[in-house]
């Protein structure tokens, strides 16, 4: 069983920065993709960001582009997200997701994600 354990999260100002971390606790079998998902109070939790098993190939939402930044390094078991610019509607709790395999077949799709971390609050502040 992969744990997924987030951190990073905060109170920051509109147009300030904060950088994520999640460290899965073993190594996956295999190559497997990894995501960032976030919730905002009363709403579904949505799609931020995905990362095949070797960084080659990244896919944000449409709300983030430009603005976040998803890495990792699997030497380390840790994915990360950069958030810059940050805005108050980007206020949500962030929860890092990992898939069994490398595909990123339906990667803004919630059900399509294996192991998910109790996520990290992210607050910003107009």
């Known amino acids: 069983q992969v744990q997924l354990v987030e951190s990073g999260g905060g109170l920051v100002q509109a147009g300030g920065s904060l950088r994520l971390s999640c460290e899965a606790s073993?190594?996956?079998?295999?190559?497997?993709?990894m995501g960032w998902f976030r919730q905002a109070p009363g709403k579904e939790r949505v799609f931020v960001a995905a990362?095949?098993?070797?960084?080659?190939?990244?896919y944000y939402a449409e709300a983030v582009k430009g603005r976040f930044t998803v890495s990792r390094v699997n030497a380390q078991n840790t994915m990360y997200l950069q958030m810059n610019d940050l805005k108050s509607e980007d206020t949500a709790v962030y929860y890092c997701?990992?898939?069994?395999?490398?595909?990123?077949?339906?990667?803004?799709?919630?059900?399509?994600?294996?192991?998910w971390g109790q996520g990290t609050q992210v607050t910003v502040s107009s």
């Open positions: 997701t990992r898939k069994n395999n490398a595909g990123l077949g339906n990667y803004d799709q919630y059900a399509a994600w294996d192991y």
């Open positions: 990362i095949t098993w070797g960084g080659g190939m990244t």
């Open positions: 073993r190594r996956a079998s295999g190559t497997s993709a």
